[in-house]
Every structure is written in structure tokens, then in C-alpha cells.
């Protein structure tokens, strides 16, 4: 199957799996980064939600000279205090609530104070003031449904007033790593592999939004009867394996899906790495997508199927990935694209200012190699047709 169709099947099928599971809860701020908002989150107070002082200096009514007011002991320098008259002054804080019929803030270092009078350059109607609502008035919309929680757009709630958002629920996955060669510490022997994926796979599933099903990581033998175990007793809506998607005998995810009856939405995709993956709705509308066992053709093929299949379940737009040039030559692979791993440059032979591609360490981009990955900045999709310097190609974020 063509790329851009696989992506594409893959979005549909989460739309679909999205209607089979409950939609929303609520979830509050210090749990809620990287989740996706189920409604609008509207301001419940203005933001700032009252007049303050951009500086450390003075409020001041009217023009100068002013007679300083003071504050009593007690008072928090924060806290608004009262009301000033015209030509009145009181000390204030960064931050500090406005007194009524202040009209200025004189800065502490334009000011000097003698036997109760402040005197300072007369100040612009307005100066070091920060109005009240500047940012939101209370009712705005301040986040669409559909919006992914950043650390930024949690204080912005937070400074509505909010104390937790309506979610929607994450997706549960569960990872089945296939491979009796596989260890899982130390230095492997000739023969053995180091386990990579459960140090890689959980963080970026984290990243795109994904639940931890019952049990999380479950490690398999080669073989038909284990195979279907780990698919029948985990609680996951999402099923990932990787590893045993050829056709070989040794290969048993494709014959354990067929046998519990899956229909396969994406059989393979036209793309390198990570040509042999696949994607299953079983028939309880559970969902497998098997990845490849080698690390970089695995991760390809889950920027390919599993992000848009999240975005689908987790109610996200369907997003074309971005344009940007290709800074040197590739030649063509008819009937396939490639991802490839890429940093960013900001200079062409041109002597142009804009953003190019160039590959990051060839000989550690093979299908089972990670240290290209580790060094790029992204993954540009060069087309079957191949490119020259300066062509425009598709470029994927990574989740890191």
C-alpha cells in the first residue's frame, strides 16, 4: 500500500475505534500534559484577572510631586490597597494590585523620596501598568477541543482559575517484543540482541498519547501458541508488536491475526525502512499494528501507521506532514518512499538564508542501526522518484 493510503487507513481506523470506547474524563492540571482536551476550556476569571504593577516602584494618582501613603505593617505589599488620591503615592511591588484611581507606576530608580514627598519625572498616563483582562476576559475560549496540553497551556488554565480539564481518555497499548534472541541486560552473547525497544517504545508512546494497558510489556518466544496468549490476555485497545510481521515460518503475528479472525486494513506499506508492517482490527474492534524487528524500521513504520492511529483515536486532526528543501541528491526507488533521518541546516550553496535538510551519518541509517535517528532533528520522506538539492520533500516531527 501507498504511504500517504496507509497513513490515511490508519487515522480512519482510530476515528472508528474512538467511537467504541468512552470519550472523556476529567483530569486534573498536574496529570493532564500531553493529554488531548475532550471540550473547550473557557477562562473562568480574566487573565490577569486585576491591574498591577509591571515594576517595583510606586502607584501614583495624577501628577507630581505626590505625598506617600503608607501602608500599614500588616499588609501584604501585593494585596490592592484602598484608593489613592490625586497627587498620592504608595510603595508597590512587581505584580502588586493597583490601588483605585492609580494612573501610573513610577520605577523605584526614576524616584526620590524626601520628609514624606516623592518626587520623579512626570510618568506617561498608563506607564508600568498592567491592565486587568489583557490576555482573556472571563467566558473566553481560551483551548479548542482537540488541543494537545502543553506546560505552557496548563498555566494559562491554571491562571483562568481551572484546577483540572475534561481529557480524552488515552488509548490503552500493550507491546508484545517478540525474539527468543533477545536479552534484556548486560552484554549479549554472539547470536543475542539487546532489548532496545522497551527502553525506546514507551516514551514515545507516552509522547503521542498513549495509556499503558494490562500487563504494559509482554516478552514472547518465536512461536503460534505464545503469540495468540499475549493477544487474548492483555486488556490493550491497541495491540503493537514487533517483530514476526514477514511471511517466513518463523513469522507468527500475520497467521496468529488471521486465526482470531483480523481484518487487515494495511497488509505492507511502499516504504524503507519498515516495508513489512501491518495493520489488523480484530474482531472485537481491538486494533494490532506489527511493527518490524529491526529498531529504525520499526520506528519508521510507527511514524507511518501508529501516530496517525493515535491521532484518530485521541480526536486530533489529520495533519499533511510539513514541506521543506531537501539539501542534496537522492536517486530514485521507484515505487517506494524513504524516511529517512535528517538535521535541519540553515545555509545552501546559494549562500540563501533558509531551512535545508542534509542526512545525518549515513552509514547509521540502516534499518536496524538507532545512532542516525539519535543525532536528527526529523525524518524527511523522499519520494519514489527521488530528489535533487533544493527540491521540496515531506518532513515528520519527532516525538522527542
Request: proline share 8%; hydrophobic share 40%.
Amino acid at each position: 500500500m501507498a504511504w500517504e493510503t496507509a497513513r490515511l487507513h490508519a487515522y480512519e481506523l482510530g476515528t472508528l475505534v474512538r467511537e467504541r470506547i468512552p470519550y472523556e474524563e476529567l483530569v486534573p492540571l498536574s496529570r493532564a500534559s500531553g493529554r488531548t482536551l475532550a471540550r473547550d476550556v473557557t477562562a473562568l476569571q480574566g487573565i490577569p484577572h486585576y491591574a498591577s504593577s509591571a515594576m517595583d516602584g510606586w502607584a501614583v494618582a495624577g501628577s507630581g510631586p505626590w505625598t506617600i501613603q503608607p501602608r500599614a505593617a500588616q499588609d501584604d505589599p501585593h494585596a490592592a490597597s484602598d484608593t489613592l488620591g490625586d497627587h498620592q503615592a504608595r510603595a508597590i511591588l512587581t505584580g502588586g494590585a493597583l490601588p483605585h484611581g492609580c494612573t501610573a507606576v513610577v520605577r523605584s530608580e526614576a524616584a526620590s523620596e524626601y520628609d514624606g514627598v516623592l518626587s520623579a519625572p512626570e510618568p506617561r498616563w498608563g506607564a508600568d501598568i498592567r491592565p486587568a483582562e489583557r490576555e482573556a476576559k472571563a467566558g473566553d475560549v481560551l483551548l479548542a477541543a482537540g488541543t494537545v496540553l502543553t506546560p505552557p497551556r496548563l498555566a494559562v488554565i491554571a491562571a483562568s482559575g481551572r484546577d483540572d480539564v475534561h481529557a480524552v481518555i488515552s488509548p490503552r497499548v500493550g507491546l508484545v517484543l517478540s525474539g527468543r534472541e533477545v536479552v534484556t541486560s548486560g552484554v549479549p552473547l554472539p547470536g543475542q540482541v539487546r532489548d532496545s525497544f522497551s527502553e525506546f517504545l514507551p516514551p514515545v508512546l507516552t509522547a503521542w498519547g498513549a495509556a499503558e494497558a494490562t500487563p504494559f510489556v509482554q516478552r514472547i518466544g518465536d512461536d503460534l501458541a505464545s503469540t495468540l496468549r499475549a493477544i487474548e490476555t492483555t486488556d490493550a485497545q491497541i495491540i503493537l508488536s514487533t517483530g514476526g510481521t514477514g511471511h517466513s515460518d518463523h513469522d507468527f503475528l500475520r497467521k496468529a491475526a488471521e486465526d482470531l479472525g483480523a481484518r487487515i486494513l494495511v497488509p505492507s506499506v511502499a516504504m524503507r525502512p519498515g516495508h513489512p508492517a501491518f495493520l489488523a482490527q480484530l474482531p472485537d474492534d481491538r486494533v494490532i499494528v506489527g511493527l518490524p524487528g529491526n529498531p529504525l524500521a520499526a520506528f519508521m513504520a510507527a511514524l507511518t501507521i501508529l501516530q496517525p492511529l493515535l491521532d484518530g483515536v485521541l480526536a486530533r486532526s489529520f495533519t499533511e506532514p510539513r514541506q521543506i528543501r531537501v539539501g542534496e541528491r537522492f536517486t530514485a526507488l521507484p515505487g517506494r518512499v524513504r524516511l529517512v533521518p535528517a538535521g535541519l541546516s540553515t545555509e545552501d550553496t546559494a549562500g540563501n538564508s533558509h531551512h535545508e535538510l542534509r542526512v545525518i551519518s549515513r552509514e547509521h541509517t540502516g534499518p536496524a542501526m538507532l545512532r542516525g535517528l539519535g543525532d536528527a532533528d526529523g525524518v524527511m520522506v523522499i519520494p519514489p522518484e527521488g530528489t535533487e538539492p533544493g527540491d521540496s520533500v515531506r518532513w515528520l516531527e519527532l516525538p522527542w
